[in-house]
């Protein structure tokens, strides 16, 4: 009997002893993750954004969380070793196509008369040429994408194919005239012969065809679409007398 109360007691003590031990542990537990949660509260409040650097030294307070950052608490710059090649990238903006216009043509800036030519001939007169150059002066007005147009006439008499070949080969005299004093234009002018198909008035007398023989001289805005028929330099056909 008394072996057995000993045996009791026995257990009563490992009992008492693994229950203190419990409480003991616990008890240490708490106190560490009181410890850990302050210390986190306080990491928390002095580095705001959460990148390993205090707030009192982050000079870059917004860095995302957990982004690699330096010891001012910044993203660092890498800089491109000395033998790395930066390639240019080069933007390339569509060209703005400027839209063609079928317009009637203007009126001309100026008309030579059958004054300017000797009779059948295609040459200009000496006496006509400071004439012409003084007129030249309205041609300062071009825009840049200007072009010339520069259209030979004739009246009705002699042949008709004759006719073509003269009033072709007079505007081409007139605008060799002016690429020469005005070489800045010379990509821009643009020559064509009508012969005694579009007359001024009726050839009904020797005044009118006076009027018809002529060379008119016109300026076209660069998107208005040039008669099909006019070139810049004249054809061989129209060359012949």
């Known amino acids: 009997m008394k072996v057995q ?3 009791f007691k026995l257990g009563l003590l490992a009992v008492g002893i693994a229950v203190a ?3 003991h542990a616990e008890s240490n537990a708490m106190k560490s993750l009181n410890s850990n949660d302050v ?13 390993g650097v205090a707030d009192s030294r982050d000079q870059c307070p917004n860095t995302a969380r957990g982004a690699s950052v330096n010891q001012n608490g910044c993203t660092p710059v890498i800089q491109p ?3 790395t090649v930066v390639e240019e990238v080069t933007i390339y903006e569509p060209a703005v196509v400027e839209e ?5 043509l203007p009126e001309p800036i100026f008309t030579m008369n059958s004054a300017f030519f000797d009779l059948d001939k295609a040459t200009l007169r000496p006496t006509a040429i400071n004439t012409l150059r003084a007129n030249l002066a309205a041609l300062n007005n071009m825009k840049p994408n200007d072009n010339l147009l520069i259209m030979g006439h004739t009246c009705d008499l002699g042949p008709d194919a004759y006719n073509m070949r003269l009033s ?4 081409n005299s007139v605008k060799n005239f002016i690429a020469t004093e005005m ?3 010379a990509s821009r002018i643009y020559i064509v012969g009508r012969g005694e198909n579009e007359p001024m008035v009726a050839n009904t007398s020797e005044s009118n065809r006076q009027q018809n023989r002529r060379v008119e001289l016109r300026v076209l805005p660069g998107n208005q679409i040039l008669p ?14």
Do not use: F
């Open 228 to 241: 099909s028929d006019s070139v810049q330099t004249i054809p061989p056909s129209m060359m012949k007398k």
């Open 21 to 23: 031990s419990g409480v």
């Open 168 to 171: 072709w080969r007079r505007a």
């Open 81 to 83: 070793e000395a033998n």
């Open 5 to 7: 109360n000993n045996a």
């Open 183 to 185: 070489p800045n234009l």
């Open 39 to 51: 210390e986190a509260q306080i990491k928390l409040y002095d580095d705001l954004d959460q990148d």
């Open 100 to 104: 063609k216009i079928n317009a009637p």
